[in-house]
T-cell receptor, first 118, second 107 residues
Framework: GAGVSQSPSNKVTEKGKDVELRCDPI?????LYWYRQSLGQGLEFLIY??????PDKSGLPSDRFSAERTGGSVSTLTIQRTQQEDSAVYLC???????WGSGANVLTFGAGSRLTVL | GIQVEQSPPDLILQEGANSTLRCNFS?????LQWFHQNPWGQLINLFY???GTKQNGRLSATTVATERYSLLYISSSQTTDSGVYFC?????????FGTGTSLTVIP
């Protein structure tokens, strides 16, 4: 697509429910990132996918969080048994590659999914 | 991880004024980008600038990699420049973001 698409844009859920957030990166972009931004804060790294390589999951805050990327394109971030502290905007970004030191690794962000856990 | 500090944390400008935003980082990096997050939350990439100087209209950026800092210059500020400016650096698979500079431009 022309840009990074995220859905839903807004999600309100009850504590303890599971949620799925979707990210559709720019066509041809092999690198995909998930970040979390709490109100008024910076961006917290969650997970990184590069092509068919094993993802870098080092930023996932607990085992309630998981993500997958099917066919090297669309990614889904799943949060199980949501807690109120999970409330945040979840941002997805993609880039052409992860050629570090290369302009191919310019990040393009989606508009985010705002999650509110009641 | 790499520590990224941005200053000032908050900035209020009269329309037409110039400003300089600073990003300090704690380790060598091979990727540095500046982003603008508009009041609706959308992050827009302004510059990919691991070293050197670039200009794009009223914005320019300079990174001195050996001294571990980058500067973002905004000239003749406009109300549409309002928002939060983030610096992000990377040396591996992760980007590390600063906590941002919140800019308000008043008419």
């Amino acid at each position: 697509g022309a840009g990074v698409s995220q859905s839903p844009s807004n999600k309100v859920t009850e504590k303890g429910k599971d949620v799925e957030l979707r990210c559709d990166p720019i066509s041809g972009h092999t690198a995909l990132y998930w970040y979390r931004q709490s109100l008024g804060q910076g961006l917290e790294f969650l997970i990184y996918f590069q092509g068919n390589s094993a993802p870098d999951k080092s930023g996932l805050p607990s085992d309630r969080f998981s993500a997958e990327r099917t066919g090297g394109s669309v990614s889904t971030l799943t949060i199980q048994r949501t807690q109120q502290e999970d409330s945040a905007v979840y941002l997805c970004a993609s880039s052409l590659s992860s050629g570090w030191g290369s302009g191919a690794n310019v990040l393009t962000f989606g508009a985010g999914s705002r999650l509110t856990v009641l | 991880g790499i520590q990224v500090e941005q200053s000032p944390p908050d900035l209020i400008l009269q329309e037409g004024a110039n400003s300089t935003l600073r990003c300090n980082f704690s380790d060598s990096v091979n990727n540095l980008q500046w982003f603008h997050q508009n009041p609706w939350g959308q992050l827009i990439n302004l510059f990919y600038i691991p070293s050197g100087t670039k200009q794009n209209g009223r914005l320019s950026a300079t990174t001195v990699a050996t001294e571990r800092y980058s500067l973002l210059y905004i000239s003749s500020s406009q109300t549409t420049d309002s928002g939060v400016y983030f610096c992000a650096v990377a040396t591996g698979n992760q980007f590390y973001f600063g906590t941002g500079t919140s800019l308000t431009v008043i008419p």
